[in-house]
């Protein structure tokens, strides 16, 4: 009982954070960032996952990347989400990797990748759509509420940057995201 009303009550704080992104509501408590600090401490936590899984988790993060103002909290459940994801779709033996670069003068990409299942191309266009769940057999509590992908794609715009993804059926996923810098 006490895990299913956990459960929801996360789900109703994720709407609520999904509703006021998308009226443009959301506030942002925006700081100068260490980006390698912060995408380093938003994957310490999924290595044990990794591990059990068999599922090697790489950080590929170029040196001496300009600090980025971001709200740290709201950029961090970002790289969390985009890793969940990557990590629930990799078998054992495959690999995630998160990347940080300089994509212009002026603005950082970072990525997730997998060499996870994949996602089909009439899938593709829907999955930073709000309850858009791209393997409707899998249950509510192994799929999770298909609101994350969405709760990425607004927070990423809220900071002022662009997301998409990449796949191929069984070759992998990449989502990627800009940040001004």
Not at 141 to 161: M, N, P, R
């Amino acid at each position: 009982l006490r895990d299913e009303a956990a459960l929801l009550t996360r789900l109703v704080a994720d709407l609520r954070l999904l509703s006021l992104a998308e009226s443009g509501q959301l506030k942002l408590e925006r700081v100068r960032t260490n980006i390698t600090e912060l995408i380093a401490h938003a994957v310490e936590p999924f290595r044990l996952q990794a591990q059990s899984g068999a599922v090697g988790l790489n950080l590929e993060l170029a040196s001496n990347l300009p600090q980025v103002e971001v709200d740290v909290d709201r950029m961090t459940q970002v790289i969390r989400n985009l890793l969940s994801n990557a990590l629930r779709h990799t078998l054992e033996g495959g690999q995630v990797t998160v990347t940080c670069k300089r994509a212009t003068s002026q603005q950082l990409l970072i990525t997730v990748s997998d060499t996870g299942e994949g996602i089909s191309s009439d899938d593709l266009p829907y999955v930073f759509d709000r309850f858009y769940r791209a393997d409707k057999s899998r249950s509510r509590t192994s799929g999770g509420s298909g609101i994350g992908l969405a709760i990425v794609k607004q927070l990423v715009e809220a900071h002022g940057g662009k997301v998409w993804v990449e796949s191929q059926p069984h070759r992998g996923t990449t989502f990627g995201f800009t940040l001004p810098s």
